[in-house]
């Protein structure tokens, strides 16, 4: 069973970045795809970022695409989230998430495991 630490998330201003980090204690990580979900006040859950096993295929929600770059590193049992030109929307618990023998999906009920989240909060 994969336990997921997410960390990096603080108060910024708009504009800023940010990169969050999703450490995974499984051994097995290149077997996962991983996904950042992230849940901001009065809302549901929302799809971020997606990568599938290898990093050969990349998925982002329309809200982030060409701000956030998901990327992962197999030998660091490692998933990174670049956040860039943060917006006050972007204020949001931040979770990542494991798919086991997944490809990468948008969808979180595909995700068996889920961090704790970290709180980015962007001021205007």
């Known amino acids: 069973q994969v336990q997921l630490v997410e960390s990096g998330g603080e108060l910024v201003q708009a504009g800023d970045s940010l990169r969050l980090s999703c450490a995974a204690s499984?051994?097995?990580?290149?077997?996962?795809?991983i996904a950042w979900f992230r849940q901001a006040p009065g809302k549901e859950r929302a799809f971020v970022a997606a990568?599938?096993?290898?990093?050969?295929?990349?998925y982002y929600a329309d809200s982030v695409k060409g701000r956030f770059t998901i990327s992962r590193d197999n030998a660091k049992n490692m998933v990174y989230l670049q956040m860039n030109s943060l917006e006050p929307e972007d204020t949001a618990l931040y979770y990542c998430?494991?798919?086991?023998?997944?490809?990468?999906?948008?969808?979180?009920?595909?995700?068996?495991?889920w961090g704790q989240g970290t709180q980015v909060t962007v001021s205007s």
């Open positions: 998430a494991a798919d086991r023998l997944g490809s990468g999906d948008t969808r979180a009920y595909r995700y068996e495991y």
């Open positions: 499984e051994l097995s990580f290149s077997l996962y795809a």
């Open positions: 990568t599938s096993r290898t990093s050969s295929n990349t």
